[in-house]
């Protein structure tokens, strides 16, 4: 199975802009790269995923290398409610393995 | 929609006893999956399913750990005998296709006294 690496942590400011990586070195052609945040006490909850282009939406950024064996997720203004655990997750055909993800502190 | 919902929320039980833990998808959800996760730890893959076809089942879990998906509906993950490592937060999510996004419940969280 693909795998993916994350740093254990990062910290931000709030209002700043934090971009988290995520290497997947032996991602394969078909797998989707997703990225889920968990906050205490709940399930995971959806950010974003694509396949090689970069993807925007409301809640963050996804910047793909051009190779596929890296991405970056963008949160481009942190508040603290982003403060969460980020998973950085290849979809292989429907089978989604989260790994440890980065705790992410935001603060004020 | 109400969402992918989970009964019970909470559930303690003694060791060497059985206990099922139920999943409502949301509705017309083609997939559905479980996970286990401890403290501190991601969610760990169990199994999944689509429709009521089980896709596939972690080799880490036992043979103690059953899950069924009767009509393509809800779910069920059985644990007999439980053990007192089988603590943890069991968390279930659909997705109503490939590529799509996984909706998830707020878990079931097993207690093995």
């Not at chain 2, 879990?61 to 439980?82: C, H, N, V, Y």
């Amino acid at each position: 199975d693909a795998k993916t690496t994350q740093p254990n942590s990062m910290e931000s400011n709030e209002e700043e802009p934090v971009h988290l990586p995520c290497n997947h070195s032996t991602i394969s052609g078909t797998d989707y790269i997703h990225w889920y945040r968990q906050l205490p006490s709940q399930g995971p909850e959806y950010v974003i995923h694509g396949l090689t282009s970069n993807v925007n939406n409301r809640m963050a950024s996804l910047a793909i290398a051009e190779d596929r064996k890296s991405s970056t997720l963008i949160l481009h203004r942190a508040t603290l409610r982003d403060a969460a655990v980020y998973y950085c997750i290849l979809d292989s055909w429907g089978k989604f393995q989260f790994g440890a993800g980065t705790q992410v502190v935001v603060t004020p | 929609d109400t969402g992918v919902s989970q009964d019970p929320r909470h559930k303690i039980t003694k060791r060497g006893q059985n206990v099922t833990f139920r999943c409502d998808p949301i509705s017309e959800h083609n997939r559905l999956y479980w996970y286990r996760q401890t403290l501190g730890q991601g969610p760990e893959f169990l199994t999944y399913f689509q429709n009521e076809a089980q896709l596939e089942k972690s080799r880490l879990l036992s043979d103690r750990f059953s899950a069924e998906r009767p009509k393509g509906s809800f779910s069920t993950l059985e644990i007999q005998r439980t053990e007192q490592g089988d603590s943890a937060m069991y968390l279930c999510a659909s997705s109503p296709d490939l590529p799509g996004e996984l909706f998830f419940g707020e878990g079931s969280r097993l207690t093995v006294l």
